[in-house]
């Protein structure tokens, strides 16, 4: 079946640094989101992609779907504690269901 | 609006025993999946529903697993007989649309079997 591999697992930071996590699949994605889960918490949303190329920004976050819609990746600028949490794309499937990448969790060092 | 909820919030029950785990999803949305988390893993999908429907149950381990949704409202998940392995955070989620919707997950119930 459809899988998507993410990468970093994990990733410890020192405030102000960058991160950048990244998901690949080997087949064309319809789509793909990205959701945070904090520490104890659950999924939150973040963003929808669709179309090939696409670039999507929310303040320090930014996100990008690649030319080939395989591969896509969050970007966060300057981070800050409140980053802190598990980040996972997940490709949305032709039945509605959601496949998750295995997730980047973010520790952010003050 | 109230979120999707999920109760209990946590279940610890000895190897063999049954558990029931309860979503109510939004409210007016018609789409209703399980989701399991195992030990800090990724999240995998187990079953999908459209109103009281399953509409695809592809990620359900094996029989010892079953998925309600009566008249279409809340849905139930039980375990019988539950296994080490089941162990987990199981989410609960829910969505308007089928296609191009965000999926609203609820607080997840964390299950430990001994």
């Known amino acids: 079946g459809q899988q998507v591999m993410q990468i970093p697992q994990y990733q410890h930071v020192q405030e102000g640094e960058d991160f950048t996590t990244y998901c690949n699949s080997s087949?064309?994605?319809?789509?793909i989101q990205w959701y945070k889960q904090r520490p104890g918490g659950h999924p939150v949303f973040l963003i929808q992609?669709?179309?090939?190329?696409e670039v999507k920004k929310q303040k320090r976050l930014t996100f990008q779907f690649g030319e080939a819609k395989k591969n896509s990746s969050l970007h966060i600028t300057a981070t800050q504690t409140t980053d802190v949490g598990t980040y996972f794309c997940?490709?949305?499937?032709?039945?509605?269901?959601?496949?998750f990448g295995q997730g980047t969790t973010l520790q952010v060092k003050p | 609006e109230a979120g999707v909820t999920q109760f209990p919030s946590h279940s610890v029950i000895e190897k063999g025993q049954t558990v029931t785990l309860r979503c109510d999803p939004i409210s007016g949305h018609d789409n209703l999946y399980w989701y399991r988390r195992v030990m800090g893993k990724e999240i995998k999908f187990l079953l999908h529903f459209v109103k009281e429907s399953k509409q695809d149950e592809s990620g359900m381990p094996n029989n010892r697993f079953l998925a309600e949704r009566t008249g279409g409202t809340y849905s139930t998940l039980k375990v019988q007989p539950a296994e080490l392995e089941d162990s987990g955070v199981y989410f609960c989620?829910?969505?308007?649309?089928?296609?191009?919707?965000?999926?609203?997950f609820g607080p997840g119930t964390r299950l430990t079997v001994l």
């Open positions: 992609l669709v179309k090939s190329g």
């Open positions: 997940a490709a949305l499937s032709n039945t509605g269901k959601l496949i």
């Open positions: 989620a829910s969505s308007q649309g089928l296609y191009y919707n965000e999926q609203f």
């Open positions: 087949t064309t994605l319809s789509n």
